[in-house]
């Protein structure tokens, strides 16, 4: 019997405002315990919140960016539960009238578009943070930071659209994209700003009814999202064919051994006894406001994909990989017109063609390769300022170079792990390295002659008919020019040589 | 006369004259509640030092005629609800003990900044939950007028404190009647302002929604002279109206000719005491006699206001005291075998036992399954309250009615049925669901000479036709000058 999966995900992300929800403490990330805090984030007695309108507006912004409709008034609730972390007994969230009516998400999976739909988007503040004792003066304690208190956050949550885990790591990313796109949320998994919980239920293929679900909860990467929600559906599927029944319940994602364990059940859920937070009033949003902010919204991922590809007829592939991040595409678009903007000799390529293919892709090839590459081995981030000691110009000179001749392909490789490194301007670098390349004929015959004369045998062997020798003569020729050597002049050289 | 016992306004006479320095008043109200406070009981804290400083920063404004306000120097009372910085704030409550908060209530802010002197904090029933400050952590407040009945409640020390001369003014709060009761019970004036007119920030949360600060004073003229300092926007209260606030003392003209009364029948019930309603019944005729209209209006569903309010507020209350966990302040119990054991032996250990009734009624009231029939048809029915007074002030400038079924109890006759003590609010707590303003004002003596209140509500926002009225009525008698024998 075959089955599928229903996946739904309810996404949590931090907002990059200064101050928190309610109150005008700082968001920073880091900070000495406790030191982000006031009276109002303590939930001490007889304070009040005030809402922070910029938060407010990057949820609008979220909203617009994933095609949902803004509630004209929405209210913000209470949230009651008792835990350390959480200084007011309570959190102010909201519940049965929430920001967004409903929107969706278009993401490519597999090749293939897929409309996710989103159910809501909801405000409310983050809780603190519990660190517990691990020295043995402090085994038995807990201890309570209040940094994180009030910091606000959007709760995404998605129709129970998704098949496949997939599907759910697809939506996953470009909800991130669209989020770090739109400069209201760092993405940042690890730290925590972003953070997913997964609804899995399985049914037979054909089933109309949704099965019985279970919440995925501590999944704190893509790679986990993925391992947890295929344990998950793997689980599921195992206990139904053993005529078995699945618990409504939550689970917790344990990464070390790639399992769900189970938390709690339904009849040990909480009640929380939502109620409307008296000391807000409702949140009304004028269309005016909604239609400045929209205006001002940037081009979000999906959008710029697609103008990539079109505008610059890269393969989708690359605008995929290029777009993934806002930082990338801008450093690509900015060596794309710097490299359009030299002019090479004869003609090359202001006429738009390099080597067979247009500019737009060579450049697509060096960043996704050669710097992608570098940034990975040095785990720097293109969003960190230090990057663009690397110049686009600096970039497209390099490139140029290449197209005339300078150097060849191989060098330029190094030459730009240089330029990465150090920041400074390939003719520099080429000059100091005694890099350039050699396209003087009786120097590249002259090196032709002494490999030939050294291997007698090998050539006398390629003349019989062994012809996969050919690039044997061509790397130690590479060898003896210390790779120096004009490529295409070597190639018709030796090629002139061994025929005679 | 003895200093003690004049009003503000008199005394701000006395001190611009320069016929008086604010220390001596202090002194002279310090030295008052040394005398009478071991009785009375109305101060869980007295803030003397503090006091004297503020009375001789005080006495330079006044000496040097610079930002005087009709509050320049004059010793007040607060009830200990009120946040005050670095000083003790306990809110009748074991669980805040030891509670010290960094930060001053707005209204305490603003009483400080038109330079009243604080002596203290005032006793009251513990978290605002009573009718009789006999739900106080530490001790009962007597009643002046008769040490061995109750004060009213929940701001009762505040309303002692007025009426046994320890102080020129107080400030409470009122969620269901808290400001009212207690004035028509101890004699004097207590305003309820509209929802939002003062800030409640700094003011220890008892039901979010309701609750109000306010003046309690020796007469109308004070109440004005306060409420001017204490109204006003705050950008830390969402809830507070950003209105401009007036002079409330250039309403008192006494000209209440044309102005039209609604007295509602639901108000005059049986249970009602027979000379309360002889008392409020002559008010009316005295107000005819100076040219105002009386008119019957109904107020059709005030049978439900009690029962409204009991699910609203406690609804609230149990999300409102959330907070006090043993976490980061107050109160936390000792040798706790984990989190839940120190959460319950905190709690068990830090509220009375009609704060814990109220918590669970409220908890009730929200849980799942039980919020549609309890908070939410409550909220409904509440929605249906206010519609009342709407329509009834279409036809009425303000509606009169009795504060309080009965005067002061004896201390200890409804302890042991809180449904009873429940209804001592029965005719003050629509006010607070509709969020309109009310006041109580004196308007005679039972023949156990225990005075009684006459309650006066207005229109939101129209706090001066409410002082108006009451100012009216009150030079037309004398009973705001009868001073408690203690």
Same mark, same amino acid.
């Given at each position: 019997?075959?089955?599928?999966?229903?996946?739904?995900?309810?996404?949590?992300?931090?907002?990059?405002?200064?101050?928190?929800?309610?109150?005008?403490?700082?968001?920073?990330?880091?900070?000495?315990?406790?030191? /982000?805090?006031?009276?109002?984030?303590?939930?001490?007695?007889?304070?009040?919140?005030?809402?922070?309108?910029?938060?407010?507006?990057?949820?609008?912004?979220?909203?617009?960016?994933?095609?949902?409709?803004?509630?004209?008034?929405?209210?913000?609730?209470?949230?009651?539960?008792?835990?350390?972390?959480?200084?007011?007994?309570?959190?102010? &969230?909201?519940?049965?009238?929430?920001?967004?009516?409903?929107?969706?998400?278009?993401? =490519?999976?597999?090749?293939?578009?897929?409309?996710?739909?989103?159910?809501?988007?909801?405000?409310?503040?983050?809780?603190?943070?519990?660190?517990?004792?691990?020295?043995?003066?402090?085994?038995?304690?807990?201890?309570?930071?209040?940094?994180?208190?009030?910091?606000?956050?959007?709760?995404?949550?998605?129709?129970?659209?998704?098949?496949?885990?997939?599907?759910?790591?697809?939506?996953?990313?470009?909800?991130?994209?669209?989020?770090?796109?739109?400069?209201?949320?760092?993405?940042?998994?690890?730290?925590?700003?972003?953070?997913?919980?997964?609804?899995?239920?399985?049914?037979?293929?054909?089933?109309?009814?949704?099965?019985?679900?279970?919440?995925?909860?501590?999944?704190?990467?893509?790679?986990?999202?993925?391992?947890?929600? @295929?344990?998950?559906?793997?689980?599921?599927?195992?206990?139904?064919?053993?005529?078995?029944?699945?618990?409504? @319940?939550?689970?917790?994602?344990? &990464?070390?051994?790639?399992? +769900?364990?189970?938390?709690?059940?339904?009849?040990?859920?909480?009640?929380?006894?939502?109620?409307?937070?008296?000391?807000?009033?409702?949140?009304?949003?004028?269309?005016? #406001?909604?239609?400045?902010?929209?205006?001002?919204?940037?081009?979000?991922?999906?959008?710029?994909?697609?103008?990539?590809?079109?505008?610059?007829?890269?393969?989708?592939?690359?605008?995929?990989?290029?777009? &993934?991040?806002?930082?990338?595409?801008?450093?690509? @678009?900015?060596?794309?017109?710097?490299?359009?903007?030299?002019?090479?000799?004869?003609?090359?390529?202001?006429?738009? #063609?390099?080597?067979?293919?247009?500019?737009?892709?060579?450049?697509?090839? #060096?960043?996704?390769?050669?710097?992608?590459?570098?940034?990975?081995?040095?785990?720097?981030?293109?969003?960190?300022?230090?990057?663009?000691?690397?110049?686009?110009?600096?970039?497209?000179?390099?490139?140029?170079?290449?197209?005339?001749?300078?150097?060849?392909?191989?060098?330029?490789?190094?030459?730009?792990?240089?330029?990465?490194?150090?920041?400074?301007?390939?003719?520099?670098?080429?000059?100091?390295?005694?890099?350039? /390349?050699?396209?003087?004929?009786?120097?590249?015959?002259?090196?032709?002659?002494?490999?030939?004369?050294?291997?007698?045998?090998?050539?006398? %062997?390629?003349?019989?008919?062994? @012809?996969?020798?050919?690039?044997?003569?061509?790397?130690?020729?590479?060898?003896?020019?210390?790779?120096?050597?004009?490529?295409?002049?070597?190639?018709?050289?030796?090629?002139?040589?061994?025929?005679? | 006369?003895?200093?003690?016992?004049?009003? !503000?306004?008199?005394?701000?006479?006395?001190?611009?004259?320069?016929?008086? +320095?604010?220390?001596?008043?202090?002194?002279?109200?310090?030295?008052?509640?040394?005398?009478?406070?071991?009785? !009375?009981?109305?101060?869980?804290?007295?803030?003397?030092?503090?006091? !004297?400083?503020?009375?001789?920063?005080?006495?330079?404004?006044?000496?040097?005629?610079?930002?005087?306000?009709?509050?320049?120097?004059?010793?007040?009372?607060?009830?200990?609800?009120?946040?005050?910085?670095?000083?003790?704030?306990?809110?009748?409550?074991?669980?805040?003990?030891?509670?010290?908060?960094?930060?001053?209530?707005?209204?305490?802010?603003?009483?400080? =900044?038109?330079?009243?002197?604080?002596?203290?904090?005032?006793?009251? =029933?513990?978290?605002?939950?009573? &009718?009789?400050?006999?739900?106080?952590?530490?001790?009962?407040?007597?009643?002046? #007028?008769?040490?061995?009945?109750?004060?009213?409640?929940?701001?009762?020390?505040?309303?002692?404190?007025?009426?046994?001369?320890?102080?020129?003014?107080?400030?409470?709060?009122?969620?269901?009647?808290?400001?009212?009761?207690?004035?028509?019970?101890?004699?004097?004036?207590?305003?309820?302002?509209?929802?939002?007119?003062?800030?409640?920030?700094?003011?220890?949360?008892?039901?979010?929604?309701?609750?109000?600060?306010?003046?309690?004073?020796?007469?109308?003229?004070?109440?004005?002279?306060?409420?001017?300092?204490?109204?006003?926007?705050?950008?830390?209260?969402?809830?507070?109206?950003?209105?401009?606030?007036?002079?409330?003392?250039?309403?008192?003209?006494?000209?209440?000719?044309?102005?039209?009364?609604?007295?509602?029948?639901?108000?005059?019930?049986?249970?009602?005491?027979?000379?309360?309603?002889?008392?409020?019944?002559?008010?009316?005729?005295?107000?005819?006699?100076?040219?105002?209209?009386?008119? =019957?209006?109904?107020?059709?569903?005030?049978?439900?206001?009690?029962?409204?309010?009991?699910?609203?507020? +406690?609804?609230?209350?149990?999300?409102?005291?959330?907070?006090?966990?043993?976490?980061?302040?107050?109160?936390?119990?000792?040798?706790?075998?984990?989190?839940?054991?120190?959460?319950?032996?905190?709690?068990? %250990?830090? *509220?009375?036992?009609?704060?814990?009734?109220?918590?669970?009624?409220?908890?009730?009231?929200?849980?799942?399954?039980?919020?549609?029939?309890?908070?939410?048809?409550?909220? /409904?029915?509440?929605?249906?309250?206010?519609?009342? *007074?709407?329509?009834?002030?279409?036809?009425?400038?303000?509606?009169?009615?009795?504060?309080?079924?009965?005067?002061?109890?004896?201390?200890?006759?409804?302890?042991?049925?809180?449904?009873?003590?429940?209804?001592?609010?029965?005719?003050?707590?629509?006010?607070?669901?509709?969020?309109?303003?009310?006041?109580?004002?004196?308007?005679? *003596?039972?023949?156990?000479?225990?005075? !009684?209140?006459?309650?006066?509500?207005?229109?939101?926002?129209?706090?001066?036709?409410?002082?108006?009225?009451?100012?009216?009525?009150?030079?037309?008698?004398?009973?705001?000058?009868?001073?408690?024998?203690?």
């Amino acid at each position: 019997m075959s089955y599928e999966a229903v996946i739904g995900l309810e996404i949590h992300a931090q907002l990059l405002t200064n101050s928190k929800m309610f109150c005008g403490c700082s968001t920073k990330f880091g900070a000495e315990p406790n030191t /982000q805090v006031c009276p109002v984030c303590l939930g001490m007695p007889g304070v009040l919140p005030v809402l922070n309108k910029k938060a407010v507006e990057f949820a609008i912004k979220m909203a617009l960016a994933t095609n949902c409709a803004i509630n004209p008034k929405s209210i913000f609730a209470r949230k009651n539960y008792f835990y350390p972390d959480l200084p007011k007994g309570y959190q102010i &969230s909201q519940y049965d009238e929430p920001l967004t009516k409903k929107g969706f998400i278009d993401v =490519d999976v597999n090749d293939s578009k897929k409309r996710i739909g989103i159910t809501r988007i909801h405000m409310e503040e983050d809780a603190g943070k519990l660190l517990h004792g691990e020295t043995n003066e402090d085994i038995n304690y807990s201890f309570v930071d209040l940094n994180r208190a009030a910091v606000p956050l959007i709760e995404i949550v998605s129709e129970p659209d998704m098949r496949t885990s997939d599907e759910a790591v697809e939506y996953l990313k470009a909800l991130r994209d669209i989020l770090v796109y739109l400069e209201i949320c760092d993405g940042n998994m690890e730290e925590g700003s972003f953070r997913c919980d997964a609804n899995v239920s399985v049914r037979k293929i054909g089933q109309k009814e949704l099965g019985t679900k279970t919440e995925l909860k501590n999944i704190n990467s893509f790679r986990f999202i993925q391992k947890a929600i @295929e344990y998950e559906i793997k689980r599921q599927i195992d206990v139904l064919e053993d005529n078995g029944k699945i618990i409504q @319940e939550t689970r917790l994602f344990d &990464s070390d051994k790639g399992i +769900t364990i189970s938390m709690r059940s339904k009849e040990e859920a909480h009640d929380y006894r939502y109620f409307p937070e008296p000391d807000l009033l409702p949140l009304e949003i004028d269309a005016k #406001w909604i239609e400045e902010i929209k205006k001002n919204l940037p081009e979000l991922p999906a959008a710029k994909r697609e103008r990539f590809v079109k505008g610059y007829g890269i393969p989708q592939y690359d605008a995929g990989v290029l777009t &993934s991040s806002k930082a990338l595409a801008n450093y690509y @678009e900015k060596c794309v017109q710097a490299y359009r903007g030299q002019g090479v000799k004869g003609g090359y390529p202001s006429e738009g #063609w390099v080597g067979g293919q247009e500019i737009p892709k060579v450049v697509s090839n #060096w960043v996704m390769g050669e710097l992608l590459r570098l940034l990975k081995e040095d785990g720097k981030d293109i969003n960190q300022p230090s990057v663009f000691g690397l110049q686009p110009e600096s970039f497209a000179k390099l490139l140029k170079m290449i197209d005339e001749g300078t150097i060849s392909n191989k060098i330029a490789k190094d030459v730009f792990e240089e330029m990465f490194k150090t920041g400074k301007d390939p003719d520099a670098i080429v000059k100091e390295k005694g890099l350039v /390349q050699i396209s003087d004929e009786s120097a590249i015959i002259k090196a032709i002659d002494d490999v030939l004369n050294a291997n007698q045998q090998s050539a006398a %062997d390629y003349k019989a008919g062994k @012809e996969k020798l050919f690039s044997f003569f061509v790397g130690q020729v590479m060898k003896a020019t210390k790779g120096q050597a004009n490529p295409a002049l070597l190639n018709k050289l030796l090629k002139e040589k061994l025929s005679r | 006369m003895k200093l003690y016992n004049l009003t !503000i306004h008199e005394l701000h006479e006395k001190l611009k004259k320069k016929e008086l +320095t604010s220390l001596e008043l202090t002194e002279t109200f310090l030295k008052r509640i040394d005398a009478v406070d071991g009785k !009375i009981k109305a101060f869980i804290t007295i803030t003397r030092e503090n006091a !004297i400083e503020q009375a001789k920063e005080a006495d330079k404004k006044l000496a040097s005629n610079k930002d005087i306000t009709p509050l320049t120097g004059i010793p007040i009372s607060v009830k200990d609800i009120f946040c005050t910085k670095g000083i003790k704030t306990t809110c009748a409550s074991k669980i805040l003990s030891n509670f010290i908060p960094p930060y001053d209530a707005h209204v305490i802010k603003k009483l400080k =900044d038109a330079g009243a002197v604080i002596l203290g904090k005032n006793n009251m =029933d513990e978290f605002a939950m009573g &009718s009789s400050t006999e739900n106080s952590a530490f001790f009962t407040t007597k009643n002046p #007028w008769d040490i061995e009945r109750v004060p009213g409640g929940s701001s009762g020390g505040s309303a002692a404190s007025v009426a046994a001369n320890e102080c020129a003014a107080s400030i409470g709060t009122d969620t269901g009647g808290s400001i009212r009761q207690p004035a028509a019970l101890c004699g004097i004036v207590g305003l309820k302002p509209t929802y939002g007119r003062v800030s409640r920030y700094g003011m220890i949360a008892f039901a979010s929604s309701l609750d109000q600060a306010g003046p309690m004073t020796k007469d109308v003229t004070d109440c004005a002279i306060m409420l001017n300092a204490m109204a006003g926007y705050d950008p830390q209260d969402f809830t507070s109206i950003n209105a401009p606030v007036p002079d409330y003392t250039k309403a008192l003209t006494k000209d209440v000719k044309g102005l039209k009364i609604g007295i509602p029948k639901e108000y005059f019930i049986e249970g009602l005491d027979i000379d309360i309603e002889k008392s409020v019944k002559h008010a009316i005729d005295v107000l005819k006699k100076q040219g105002a209209s009386v008119i =019957d209006v109904s107020l059709p569903h005030t049978e439900y206001a009690v029962a409204v309010y009991y699910l609203v507020a +406690t609804a609230e209350a149990s999300s409102n005291l959330a907070r006090y966990d043993g976490v980061k302040y107050g109160h936390r119990a000792k040798d706790s075998k984990n989190l839940i054991d120190m959460y319950r032996k905190t709690r068990s %250990d830090g *509220f009375g036992p009609e704060v814990k009734r109220r918590i669970m009624l409220g908890t009730y009231s929200l849980s799942a399954g039980y919020y549609d029939a309890y908070y939410k048809k409550a909220s /409904q029915v509440r929605t249906l309250i206010k519609r009342d *007074f709407e329509d009834a002030f279409k036809k009425c400038d303000v509606i009169l009615t009795p504060t309080a079924p009965t005067p002061a109890f004896k201390i200890g006759e409804k302890t042991a049925d809180p449904l009873t003590m429940y209804l001592s609010d029965i005719f003050t707590i629509s006010c607070n669901l509709a969020g309109i303003p009310g006041i109580s004002i004196p308007c005679g *003596f039972t023949k156990d000479n225990l005075p !009684i209140g006459l309650q006066i509500l207005g229109k939101p926002l129209d706090e001066e036709t409410v002082l108006k009225v009451s100012f009216a009525y009150e030079q037309a008698t004398d009973w705001h000058k009868k001073r408690a024998g203690v």
